[in-house]
Structures are given as C-alpha cells and as structure tokens.
C-alpha cells in the first residue's frame, strides 16, 4: 500500500473565472467582468500612485534630515526644526532638536550668575 501524501499546487479561482462559470445571464455576466477588470485596474493606479507618493516622500525626509545636520551643525546653537511629509498612507511630521548644548549650559550660567548677584544685591540694602 502506497502513501501518497504530496502537495498539488493549483491556480486559485480569479473572480473572473467564478463569473464566468456562473449561471448568469451572458449580458449579466460581461457587465460584472468589465466591472471587475475596471475596479483591478483602478485599484492598482491607486495603489501605484500612493507608493510612487511614498517614494518621494523618502527621498524627501533623506534630504530634509541631511540638510538639517548640516544647518544645525553650521549655527552652532540649539534649536529646533519641524517638517511635514505627505506620504502614501498619511502624513509624517518630522522634528529634529539640536545644536551645540555647550552654548546652552553658557547661557543657563550666565542666567544663573545675574539672577544671584540681583538677589544679593538686593537683599543686601
């Protein structure tokens, strides 16, 4: 006795071929596979267009955050940058904090080197 346990690979059934076999009338029939074959072809242009948005998308925040760096590397002081994307599935904001934190801390001193001496001066009359 012989076990025959292989896989066979069939081609599933399109949504055309089940219109087609269906006892429909012919008119019936065409109408739903043009149809059909309509809603493939304007779901792949869309599908098409919103991956061709996200392409330009990608290339878009790659020269946004390469460009950044380079700002915030030549002003040398802390700030922040904020960018919106529109992509194929929604839309991506974008914000990019920094600078040099050295210039901060010098700042923060001398704030808190101003605000002492006010407050000794003035507590001391």
Known sequence: MENNNQLIKTDKPTIVDIISASSLPKIERQKLIKQ????EIAQRKTTKEKYDQSEVARNDVSIFINQTMITLDKKGAASTIKQDF????????IQVRGGDSRFIL?????????LIAVSLILSWH
């Open 36 to 39: 059909t074959i309509s809603n």
């Open 86 to 93: 529109e992509t194929g599935s929604g839309k991506l904001e």
């Open 106 to 114: 010098s700042v923060i001193s001398i704030i808190g080197i101003v």
